[in-house]
């Protein structure tokens, strides 16, 4: 009887992963449809994977292509299904723009309101309002300890790197930390508290974020800074004052408030910061974060210039909008030729689909050279589909994509002393444009600012062995957070997903590594010169 149950159980475990093998490949196929504007293929492999794995998220997506497709009511049809089997975000399907033809549907608005009633009902088991309070100068010590436990126990359940768990003894910080949060005298140093506890896990897609009423004690400074060659250099200078006082471009800082710089910033930035890796860490310590404080002081800063010359300046912070409007916005897409025939292309972001976009619109320009240049220095990803948006025209073959896994908490095996066994994707495959086709040399560069989605884009690139990656190795992290709610107006995301390399090569926390490495030296940096970019330009001249 023991053999014959486990010989079912293993039979019905194998069934149950090559359905989900089917389901992912239709899945797989009905995305790459969907992109390629194919709507009604797209809904037919949708709800085709959706009958092997039953899944509100598919058929949401089916009800999406059927309603671009011209098919409203059907579309309506699928929506329904997708409830009734668990989809409930009604803020995102109201907003859907894929669903409007679905909007004067008389069961639209009921089905609308049965979303949101079901998404409130639900909230009260992982977020529940009643530990959302807003924002107080200083919280009760009851919803700081709320705070704290709803963090540490979503990360005990969620978060996907279980081993680091392991070796930091995560209970154990947690109760280290306990009198740490009843010592804070305002909900900014709680929050503090909560963004030390939070670095330990040196995950970058795993941080704590205050709510926007703290927006003054984290104002940024009109400066943009880096780490070259282990100092730290302006690299761009945004406030008329601090220019027209002499600070430039490849000035140095030397000293914050009298303490040696580097001091600083180890005392006062990094046991605050979220990273993955070394690369990622110096670039949020002495880039996003360096110089970050209350508004209303103005941190006295030693420069040292090229030329000997030392000052003392005081630097002032502003908030997050003024910062934005002095600053401006770095453009997603950016073209221009370049000597030798070669097309230089920047990608600064797949957070929309701008980039991409521009890049198959001004696709004949892109491939009127004799070679490529791809600039992923400045993306810090987004979506990772947009990038393979672009990818898809610089081949005639399917490329494959990242393999993910996550956690499965089954609370009946933990009692039987069983593994708990992650649940585990193949890798993806994305089809190639179809109507476009880049076959010239190309190169690609990066650096530790290469983030998320643009490491995603990465990954595939680098098993395409479509050319050289030029530079430094990738930020080095990935992934799916998971979104949580905190007293005091804050919040918490938790990395959830583990990606990897289609053969299952873990990158995550190592970075992509380039295969011809370069890095800026503070001589290039004050001579103007782009050291990565003449690397690159060497290498498509063979």
């Not at 803020?91 to 009921?110: E, I, K, M, S, V």
Request: charged share 25%.
């Amino acid at each position: 009887m023991v053999r014959r149950i486990i010989a079912a159980a293993v039979f019905a475990a194998l069934s149950g992963a090559a359905l989900a093998q089917d389901a992912g490949g239709l899945e797989e196929r009905g995305r790459a449809a969907f992109a390629a504007q194919r709507y009604a293929e797209a809904a037919t492999l949708y709800l085709q994977a959706a009958q092997h794995r039953p899944n509100g998220g598919l058929l949401y997506n089916a009800a999406c292509a059927q309603a671009l497709a011209g098919d409203a009511q059907g579309a309506m049809g699928t929506l329904q299904k997708a409830f009734a089997a668990g989809w409930v975000n009604a803020q995102h399907t109201a907003r859907d723009d894929d669903l409007a033809p679905l909007r004067g549907d008389p069961r639209w608005q009921p089905l609308l309101a049965a979303m949101k009633e079901r998404e409130a009902r639900d909230a009260r088991l992982f977020d529940s309002p009643a530990l959302a309070t807003s924002y107080r100068a200083n919280i009760s010590e009851d919803e700081k300890l709320a705070g704290l436990s709803k963090f540490w126990s979503e990360v005990k359940y969620n978060f996907v790197y279980v081993d680091k768990l392991k070796e930091l003894d995560w209970d154990r910080l947690y109760l280290e930390t306990i009198p740490k949060v009843r010592a804070t005298t305002s909900t900014a140093e709680y929050y503090q508290v909560l963004m030390a506890l939070c670095a330990k896990l040196q995950d970058g897609h795993t941080n704590i974020y205050p709510g926007p009423e703290l927006g003054d004690a984290m104002a940024r400074p009109l400066l943009a800074t880096h780490l070259v060659e282990g100092r730290v250099l302006v690299r761009e200078v945004f406030d008329p004052a601090l220019a027209a006082a002499g600070v430039v471009p490849g000035s140095e800082i030397l000293e914050v408030d009298g303490e040696p710089v580097r001091a600083y910033a180890e005392r006062a930035i990094q046991p605050y910061v979220s990273a993955s890796t070394p690369q990622d860490l110096e670039r949020r310590v002495y880039g996003y974060q360096f110089l970050v404080g209350p508004r209303d002081k103005a941190p006295q800063v030693r420069f040292g210039n090229a030329d000997g010359k030392r000052f003392v300046l005081p630097v002032r912070r502003v908030d997050r909008d003024s910062h934005a409007r002095a600053t401006g916005s770095r453009a997603p897409f950016e073209l221009r030729k370049l000597p030798g025939d070669v097309t230089y292309v920047a990608l600064n972001s797949f957070g929309d689909s701008r980039a991409a976009d521009a890049f198959l619109a001004a696709f004949e320009q892109v491939a009127s050279g004799r070679a490529l240049v791809i600039d992923l220095r400045n993306n810090g990803g987004g979506n990772s589909n947009e990038g393979y948006r672009v990818l898809a025209t610089l081949t005639g073959e399917p490329f494959a994509t990242s393999k993910w896994s996550t956690r499965q908490y089954l609370p009946t095996y933990r009692a039987w002393k069983r593994p708990l066994p992650d649940f585990e994707s193949r890798a993806g495959s994305w089809q190639p444009d179809g109507k476009r086709h880049f076959r010239g040399p190309v190169a690609v560069l990066t650096s530790g600012g290469t983030y998320s989605a643009a490491e995603d884009f990465m990954v595939a690139y680098e098993n395409m062995r479509r050319g050289p990656i030029v530079g430094e190795p990738t930020g080095g992290s990935t992934g799916q957070p998971l979104l949580v709610s905190l007293p005091g107006g804050g919040m918490a995301r938790i990395c959830t997903k583990a990606d990897t390399h289609p053969d299952g090569r873990a990158w995550v926390g190592h970075g992509i590594q380039p295969t011809v490495r370069v890095a800026p030296t503070v001589a290039d940096l004050r001579r103007g010169r782009d050291t990565v970019l003449e690397a690159a330009l060497k290498t498509l001249k063979h």
